[in-house]
């Protein structure tokens, strides 16, 4: 049975700016999924991605609209991913404002 993961992360950057961070931050995704082997996927339509991770046999889409000051995620977990639905939500709420940042500079 698949389980809704819904949240938001507060931005003060603007909707241009957050969502080409986003765009330039989006091939990182991989490196944060246990096993190393994700593979991701994802398309822009408007202010909306599109995502796909799929890794160890499991995939997970999402879809993530970027506002004027709101990133809104609506993530699925399927099947055995749904049991572990409070900590992956926890850690998407402490990782997630990191594909906001800016690393150009870095």
Known sequence: MERPIDLTLPHSLGKDVARQRLADNIHKLGDH?????????HSWAGDTLNLTVAAMGAAVNATITVEQSLVRCHIML???????ARPIEAMLK???PQLLEDHSKK
């Open 94 to 96: 402490a990782k997630g």
């Open 78 to 84: 399927p099947g055995m991913l749904a049991l572990f």
């Open 33 to 41: 999924i246990p096993g190393g082997a994700a593979q991701v996927t």
